[in-house]
């Protein structure tokens, strides 16, 4: 039950950043300029509104309430509140804490140098990268925001220009298809535990106690044992088949 | 030279194909001595290649520029060190380099074997020599590099400008050495299937030669990353590029691979998950050499490129289907011995961690075969490239990290509450107390806060788990540092694991630091002039030619100030208000608090046979931040155009490497066989490493 609880809400939380992570020219209206970084850091506490700040709060909140938290934290739990904590701090970055020129070299890093096969035109010295990134810093003292100078080079060389596909059309594919996969794995493993945790609490229960441990298992027990003491921490913590928890199966 | 080469060649292909077709009608047809000679006719196809390599380095030596090969990667300029590199310089000599290893590892890894494989050893040497036929018919037949020119001429092209770098010498042969390894894990667990050898026999070769081609190709890659910083001159050390992410992805797999291995050693459960994570790895690999070898995708660094890209997309396809096939027919007998417990067990956190792994492969995978999608379903390219796959994995791999503190921590089968609380307690205080220091230090970006603080959280449970472990022993008697010593070597899988841990918390350290604190400024400044970022202020000295009849190369001297930024508080104002980050300074004259700290020479040639630039970036570091001058152009009016950066934590990122090998050789160091204390009678001896002979 928690797990499949867990699960959906990973998904949602995923899901509503995607979303909003895509509305690109959305957020960067409410925010300022979107550096094209992982997590996009937000300091702006001031923009509480920001789209994807919100939807990503409701989900700890929801996390918090009185019946929400299971009693037992497991590990579901601990990833589920560790996205949470990361969701919860992506936003937007203010402006004037970067420089033109730090933002211009941003911007560099998401433009394609269509002549030096697989190079931003940040990294590369080819004379088109140059002239494109003198276009970039002048644009940027035009005040141009982020998106609209992508959407000038789009224009002028084609998407191919862009290091990262837009959001939009087709390439939303692009950006769907992470999603899925994140949540379908983490979705899958979390199941795969469930499942096999339910068949052998069933099978313990059809037995009545614990199967006879095998001659492996006991030399693996006696090693572990061992291994506890020499770390000198109590039987609990390393492996819990010690004769008080055989008992208990 | 060149028909030695081309007979060892020939040689090759006929012991290979023998061994293959030996060793299956030997086992089909109860032939002992036919599969005894396959056997052996596998250590000989390791002689064939060998003698085709060292005819291949002799022509070199001997600047024999009759071969086409020879003439097109090597120059009687190039310094003779080079030879090495020109070897696998180009596509022929590099497939020839990934056969002599795989030929080497192959003939180790069957003299090594363990006995008790000898019933799926006959399939394992078929599947070896399968994929030595392979290669063996492809340097033949479609790249020999023994073609011959029909004149010969007076000097040969050169050696690729960007390869001649002390880092060339390792970073190729460890990448490709650690992508064709994988390929003896993968034959001996698909030969213990066919022969229907259901039980754990193979753990120990898998893991250890599965962690032998993980760690080569781990340094292998942080190798290149150390190339691309100091020579590329983009800045960076890791681009996303599609050669990169293919030999990042294989590497991932078995990352998984050797954490679930532990799984099935310890608790006999996740066999069918182990065997489909090295099918996976392998296949990984075959299209980690198609993409190499002619691809579809640009790339930064194809050396290698040619037209044996379809070549290369059958074997892989074929290797798919061969090790799917054999998967879904022995699913049935690889059930577990065991179920899971709890969500709150060390096998459930390791599948977690897997199934991690898995979803940054498949990302990545995603996004470099997207633009392919795209060209082909609406006629329009796209690229993708590092801003996407940062965005796409970093959460992920943030969470791979976190695991890497959680799933240690818990015990086998099922934790309890007590000892939770007994073992989180102390991380979970480092992680908050983290935070508050960094937020009280004035560090502004919470994400990068939080990221710290995660790599906080996993460096206090390895010292909480060595701490303790530790205490306990010196308190029967041995010395702290015996003591320590003593813990790392009871078990030296996990203890070696923990110190590749602690590599890769300090590779999230400076991927963290350049990626979220990087500054960075771009301007032109003539002799005597300075350009000022932070509080460095970097002076063009002194210049210099270093051109050679190959090259046109300038150096430059650069001394290297600290300043403090009051002394310039005017100028800085003004870069300010104009948008920089940084300012040109044109009088010379040192303001009160400069203080010298170093001298950087940064370097810019260009290689009119290549048409190609390369650079050396003047580079000043220190564990807390590089400053980094990459010289753009030597401009024609004096003055040297620089991109200066300052890369916080960076230091960190290539000190992570001999912590990461250190590791890896800690985890394979077999365990002595033979315990003295009575208490460890019971202990089951680590037979990691079995070196019996072969009959």
């Known amino acids: 039950m928690t797990s499949s609880l867990t699960s959906l809400m990973i998904q949602t939380v995923l899901v509503s950043r995607f979303v909003a992570d895509n509305e690109i020219g959305f957020i960067e209206s409410r925010c300022g300029k979107l550096p094209h970084h992982f997590f996009s850091p937000c300091i702006d506490w001031g923009s509480l509104d920001g789209e994807r700040l919100v939807m ?16 037992r934290l497991n590990v579901a739990t601990l990833i589920v509140l560790i996205t949470s904590l990361v969701l919860l701090f992506s936003a937007c970055i203010r402006e004037e804490d970067i420089t033109l020129e730090q933002r211009a070299h941003q911007l560099s890093g998401e433009l394609m140098c269509l002549v030096c096969d697989g190079q931003t035109i940040d990294g590369s010295s080819a004379q088109i990268a140059i002239d494109m990134r003198l276009k970039v810093r002048e644009l940027l003292e035009e005040g141009n925001t982020n998106a609209q100078i992508r959407e000038y080079f789009v224009v002028r060389y084609g998407e191919e220009i862009l290091a990262a596909p837009g959001g939009r059309g087709f390439n939303r594919l692009a950006w769907i298809v992470p999603v899925v996969i994140v949540v379908g794995a983490i979705g899958i493993a979390l199941f795969t535990i469930k499942n096999m945790r339910d068949s052998s609490l069933k099978k313990q229960t059809a037995a009545g106690t614990s199967e006879a441990v095998s001659e492996y298992e006991s030399d693996l027990d006696d090693y572990l044992a061992k291994v506890d003491r020499d770390l000198g921490i109590s039987d609990d913590r390393s492996y819990s088949t010690d004769t008080s928890n055989k008992e208990n199966l | 030279m060149a028909d030695l080469g081309i007979m060892a060649l020939l040689l090759g292909v006929a012991l290979s194909a023998y061994a293959a077709v030996g060793a299956i009608v030997g086992e089909k047809m109860r032939m002992a001595e036919l599969a005894v000679s396959a056997h052996r006719a596998l250590y000989m196809t390791t002689a064939s290649a060998a003698v085709a390599s ?70 394992t040497i078929a599947i070896l020599a399968l994929t030595q036929l392979f290669y063996f018919s492809v340097l033949v037949f479609s790249a020999s590099p023994f073609e011959l020119l029909e004149s010969v001429p007076e000097d040969g092209r050169g050696i690729n400008p960007l390869l001649t770098h002390p880092g060339m010498f390792s970073h190729p042969p460890l990448l490709m050495g650690g992508l064709i390894a994988i390929t003896v894990p993968f034959a001996f667990v698909s030969g213990a ?52 992410n293919v030999a990042l992805m294989p590497w991932l797999v078995m990352t998984a691979f050797i954490h679930s291995i532990m799984v099935q050693k310890r608790r006999g459960m996740f066999r069918m998950w182990n065997v489909a994570l090295l099918n996976i790895g392998f296949v990984l690999a075959q299209l980690g050499m198609f993409i190499n070898r002619g691809g579809p995708v640009v790339s930064v660094h194809s050396f290698a490129a040619s037209s044996l890209g379809l070549i290369f997309l059958s074997f892989m396809l074929v290797s798919l289907v061969f090790a799917f096939a054999l998967f879904l027919w022995r699913m049935p007998q690889m059930k577990s011995d065991r179920n899971m417990e709890s969500f709150m067990s060390r096998e459930a956190s390791f599948l977690v961690n897997n199934f991690l792994f898995l979803s940054v492969m498949a990302v990545t995978l995603w996004g470099v075969l997207f633009p392919l999608f795209s060209d082909f379903a609406r006629d329009v390219s796209v690229s993708v490239s590092a801003p996407y796959f940062d965005r796409a994995n970093g959460p992920v791999l943030l969470g791979i ?137 970097v002076e063009y000295v002194d210049r210099g030619d270093a051109s ?62 290549f048409n190609m630039a390369s650079v050396r970036s003047g580079i000043r570091s220190t564990i807390v931040e590089d400053l980094y001058v990459i010289p753009r152009d030597f401009l024609s009016d004096g003055r040297v155009s620089l991109a200066v950066s300052i890369n916080p934590l960076a230091w960190w990122l290539w000190a992570s490497g001999p912590f990461f090998i250190i590791g890896t050789m800690v985890a394979l160091w077999p365990q002595p066989a033979v315990e003295k204390r009575p208490a460890r009678s019971s202990l089951k001896p680590d037979p990691s490493i079995e070196t019996e002979g072969e009959e």
């Open chain 2, 548 to 609: 050679r009849p190959d090259r046109i190369a300038q150096w430059a001297e650069m001394s290297v100030y600290q300043i403090d930024p009051e002394d310039y508080r005017q100028e800085i104002d003004f870069a300010r208000a104009q948008g920089s980050t940084g300012f040109t300074l044109k009088d010379s004259t040192r303001r009160p608090n400069d203080e010298m700290i170093d001298t950087i020479e940064p370097w810019h040639g260009f290689y009119l046979d």
């Open chain 1, 56 to 71: 990503a709060s409701r989900f700890p909140f929801k996390l918090i309430g009185p019946r929400a938290l299971p009693q």
């Open chain 2, 54 to 123: 060292a005819a291949l380095i002799y022509a070199f030596v001997q600047n024999d520029f009759s071969i086409e090969y020879v003439a097109n990667h090597s120059n009687t300029f190039m310094d003779r060190a080079f030879v090495w590199v020109a070897f696998y310089a180009g596509n022929e000599g590099s497939l020839l380099y990934i056969l002599l290893v795989l030929a080497v590892i192959s003939a180790i890894s069957i003299w090594c074997a363990p006995k008790r494989l000898a019933r799926s050893m006959p399939w």
């Open chain 2, 401 to 537: 990290v976190a695991m890497m503190g959680i799933g240690p921590l818990l015990p086998w089968r099922k934790a309890s509450a007590r000892s939770l609380k007994q073992w989180f307690v102390l991380p979970i205080i480092v992680l908050i107390v983290t935070v508050v220091i960094l937020v009280v230090l004035g560090v502004q970006r919470p994400v990068a806060i939080f990221s710290f603080a995660v790599v906080a959280f996993v460096a206090a449970s390895i010292v909480e788990e060595w701490w303790r472990g530790t205490a306990a022993r010196h308190r029967s008697g041995d010395n702290w540092a015996l003591a320590w010593w003593r813990l790392i070597n009871g078990n030296r899988p996990r203890h070696g694991g923990y110190i590749v841990h602690i590599s890769i918390l300090m590779l999230g350290l400076g991927i963290i630091g350049t990626n979220f604190y990087q500054q960075r400024t771009d301007g032109a400044i003539g002799l005597g002039e300075s350009l000022i970022i932070d509080n460095y202020r």
């Open chain 2, 193 to 244: 299937l066919i022969a229907g050898n259901f039980g754990d026999d193979w753990i120990d070769v898998a893991r250890v030669s599965a962690i032998i081609g993980w760690g080569v190709l781990g340094t292998g890659m942080l190798l290149g990353a150390w190339w691309a910083y100091t020579i590329l001159g983009w800045g960076g050390y890791w681009a996303w590029d599609p050669i990169e």
